[in-house]
């Protein structure tokens, strides 16, 4: 019963962000890029409740390159690029903003993370020519499966499978699968207990 209602809210929530969707496709169609997305991404961001999480749900679910019904979008969370994947069960925090991401099942993103879309997104080799208008570079982050993300976390860089992150960390290089790592930048301090006495059982 509980699942029929959930569907039930999904729909109507579908319903209530088709005038967002309808929009930024048009306008996309047009221009061949991302317009509004940014926007009506910032404005789903501020609803509060329930009825938020479902309508971020269902807009993201629409917009982003893959975006599962089976996740959960916090306050405040927001995408700055539309070529995201968001895999099944996947958990984001409040007040996080995300680049170009790619992240796996069962990931969780603690509050106020922040996925850049790389280490180098603005040329700076040019000495006499202003930050802004070098040219910008934005790269693909991929995050594993059943990675833990700690709260302020900061990454710049692929993050491997079961992966856990401490809070306030900052990922400069990739961190490998089953690695506990902390730090500013971001070390591997040991491997992930749990995953590594499963892998010499099996």
Known sequence: MKKIFKRLLTGIAMVLVVPLVISEKIARAIMKRDVLFAAHGDFLSLIPGFTGYLCRLSYYHFMLKSCSLDCALSLGTRFSHSDCVISDRVYIGYDCILGYVEIGAD?????????????????????????????????????GKNCWIGTGAIIMANIGDNAIIGAGSVVTKPIGSNEVAVGNPCRPIRKNAVHESTAIRQ
Not at 117 to 133: I, K, N, Y
């Open 107 to 143: 990931t969780m993103l603690a509050d106020r993370v922040s996925v850049l879309s790389g280490g180098r997104q603005h040329g700076m080799e040019a000495g006499d020519v202003p930050f802004q208008q070098q040219p910008k570079t934005f790269e693909t982050i991929h995050i």
